[in-house]
């Protein structure tokens, strides 16, 4: 997926839904506002997980898409729930938890670690290969010896 | 609690506190450069930085005030103690960059990192300098305050005492070591944390049986009444969203898992990783440890639910007494690992933050009104400066109660509303320019004072949302606005290398 041309897209993005959720969250549209905040998360991977501006399909399918579909689910699934129970002791549980509450612990805790914390290990190469970040530090030493002292900046 | 408890907490307690003076007084050999003294620069593998990066994010208040919310409010924190996926998301969004900008050139504070992205731009250094120092200030002032009373309390000292045994061992070997012994013992003391976590929550399984038998207690109890005090129980406390307004179960997800990203703790640690291929090794151990600290802090909650709603303990006066009413019903050796824990968690936080403030002070503002010192010189002010200042917040603290309660509504947002502009904006963004950070900064440095005195006078913002969202949101899109219109430090005005960073 080639990001380079859309970043500034990606950010405007990011600024628009950053207002929208505060609105959102004003006018008491706070449970549409939390998918909202998922695809803001997803836009600041997507972002920093691309390498020159590419970011591996293999990377997004996982961890990124499969984070995304967990934790839909779980607000999806926690607020069915607490709707169908409130106020009342429910009939059944998970695993003893409140079917509400069942799928914080699965899916937005569990889940959550499982696929970003997880897959970030599992697919550390494709955020950040050994070949690129050679590259990157070569890159760097010969610009900083073709510009000479124009580099050693005046911080202290 | 008998004498024999408290002597065995004492006992347990200082040898916390020897134990942390020994590793940063080992760690000060390893203070060769400036760069190791203010940031531990590429000096340490993943489950170092792993375990001192969940350290100085869990604070005394995770261990003490989370509980307490839990019992009085229910669910809702949930979203934000179970946030432990949070570490991994930062890492992935802005690792490498930060910590290739360290290869850039010597890297060892956020403004040095502001500097080589905005071209030494006094006023983003200053401005975003003073954000910081004020959020510092606030968990600092806290943790001491927070930490001391309690110790304070159990051995009948004089606070002040109690701080200057507790925070004044950390004042010295933080000044000795500087964040290679900040990350060091912040390490260790994450360790205590995440064993006192395992046996709390073998301890809740064996007295609760598990969460079946909570639920049921829960939401079965009705009303419990012990003098003027009473508890009400509903089924809903343990519902996903608790009794708290949904807009608040909102901002509890999205405010901690994406400003994770945004807190010093986890961005100068950033830089203190080795080598940036265990980046992410580094957000596994920072994420397992989180979720047994996470999971401690929320069980506690529920335990302290379990036993006053089966009536085993009185209805507690504070949310707050939560964690110790549930040691205490456990017995000695819970008393033992929930007072290590809260002292671990307190003084992990309070170094970080006392080096942070004291690097604000010593380095970044005065470089950025353009006194520039050699690095020998900046170490040796900075020492002075980490014992002043240490002095001076063990006192301020503890006897300005009502300065510490009005700065203590600063925190997590105030210090996402500084680095989002600088950091994740500037190096996501190659078109952030100079501009929009500068006037996203001057709006979050506004705003979080207007929202002091608005929190202060008791203002009801719409929609009971956190105050922190709408300066976040607002320094955000001030920046990203501004900075679609102008053109400083972005395109030939912007460091080749820093675009290099960027596209990494």
Same mark, same amino acid.
């Given at each position: 997926m080639n990001l380079s041309k859309k970043t500034t897209l990606f950010i405007v993005l990011i600024a628009i839904l950053w207002v929208t959720i505060t609105i959102m969250g004003w006018t008491g549209n706070w449970f549409p506002a939390m998918f909202l905040g998922l695809v803001l998360m997803i836009l600041h991977m997507m972002l920093g997980s691309a390498q020159n501006g590419k970011l591996n399909k293999r990377l997004f399918f996982y961890p990124l898409l499969c984070w995304l579909i967990l934790w839909t689910m779980s607000f999806a699934l926690s607020y069915h729930y607490g709707n169908l129970f409130a106020g009342k002791l429910p009939n059944f549980t998970i695993l003893g938890f409140h079917p509400s509450f069942a799928w914080t612990i699965l899916t937005y805790w569990i889940g959550g670690v499982a696929t970003l914390s997880l897959g970030f290990v599992v697919q550390k190469d494709l955020w950040l290969s050994d070949k690129n970040w050679e590259e990157f530090k070569r890159k760097i030493a010969k610009m900083n010896e073709e510009k000479g002292g124009e580099y050693s900046d005046g911080r202290s | 609690m008998t004498a024999g408890v408290k002597t065995l907490i004492v006992i347990f307690s200082f040898g916390m506190i020897v134990a942390s003076f020994l590793i940063g007084w080992v760690a000060k050999r390893k203070v060769t450069s400036a760069q190791a003294y203010f940031g531990g620069t590429g000096l340490f593998g993943p489950f170092v930085v792993g375990f001192s990066t969940m350290a100085a994010v869990a604070s005394a208040f995770a261990i003490v005030g989370i509980p307490g919310i839990i019992y009085s409010t229910?669910?809702?924190?949930t979203f934000w103690m179970l946030s432990s996926a949070a570490f991994a998301m930062a890492y992935m969004i802005l690792g490498k960059k930060v910590r290739a900008m360290a290869e850039l050139g010597p890297v060892a504070s956020l403004g040095d990192i502001s500097d080589l992205r905005f071209n030494n731009n006094r006023a983003i250094k200053a401005i975003m300098s003073i954000v910081l120092f004020l959020g510092c200030v606030a968990y600092l002032a806290s943790q001491i305050k927070a930490c001391s009373t309690l110790f304070a309390h159990l051995l009948g000292w004089n606070p002040i005492l109690a701080g200057f045994v507790i925070f004044g061992v950390l004042t010295i070997y933080t000044a000795i070591s500087g964040e290679v012994g900040g990350i060091l013992t912040q390490a260790f003391q994450g360790l205590v944390m995440v064993i006192a976590g395992v046996i709390m929550i073998v301890a809740f399984f064996s007295i609760t049986k598990g969460f079946g038998p909570l639920l049921e207690v829960v939401s079965t109890a009705g009303k419990v009444t012990d003098g003027e005090i009473t508890k009400v129980f509903s =089924?809903?406390?343990?519902? =996903?969203?608790?009794?708290?307004?949904?807009s608040v179960a909102m901002a509890w997800m999205i405010i901690p898992i994406l400003g994770t990203i945004g807190q010093p703790q986890v961005l100068t640690r950033m830089y203190a990783?080795?080598?940036? +291929?265990d980046m992410p090794k580094l957000g596994l151990y920072a994420s397992l440890s989180h979720m047994i600290v996470g999971f401690f802090a929320v069980v506690m909650g529920y335990g302290a639910l379990f036993l006053v709603g089966k009536g085993l303990i009185k209805p507690? =006066?504070?949310?707050?007494?939560a964690v110790f009413a549930f040691a205490d019903y456990v017995g000695v050796h819970a008393q033992l690992f929930v007072y290590a824990a809260v002292l671990a968690a307190a003084m992990s936080s309070a170094s970080l933050f006392l080096s942070l403030t004291s690097g604000i002070i010593s380095r970044d503002l005065p470089s950025a009104f353009g006194y520039r010192f050699s690095s020998e010189k900046q170490m040796k002010i900075s020492r002075i400066t980490i014992f002043v200042l240490g002095v001076l917040s063990i006192l301020f603290a503890l006897t300005s109660s009502e300065m510490v309660a009005i700065l203590g509504t600063f925190g997590w947002g105030t210090l996402m509303s500084a680095t989002f502009p600088v950091f994740i904006i500037g190096l996501l963004w190659? +078109? =952030?320019s100079s501009q929009g950070v500068l006037a996203g900064l001057i709006t979050a440095l506004g705003l979080n004072i207007i929202s002091l005195i608005l929190v202060r006078t008791g203002f009801k913002w719409p929609g009971a949302l956190p105050w922190y969202v709408n300066v976040i949101t607002a320094s955000i899109a001030v920046t990203v606005f501004i900075s679609l219109f102008t053109k400083g430090a972005t395109e030939e005005d912007l460091d080749e290398r820093v675009k290099a960073v960027i596209d990494l």
């Open positions: - | 229910g669910n809702t924190m =089924a809903d406390i343990l519902n =996903a969203w608790g009794v708290f307004p949904g990783l080795k080598n940036p +291929k507690l =006066a504070s949310g707050d007494q190659k +078109k =952030a």
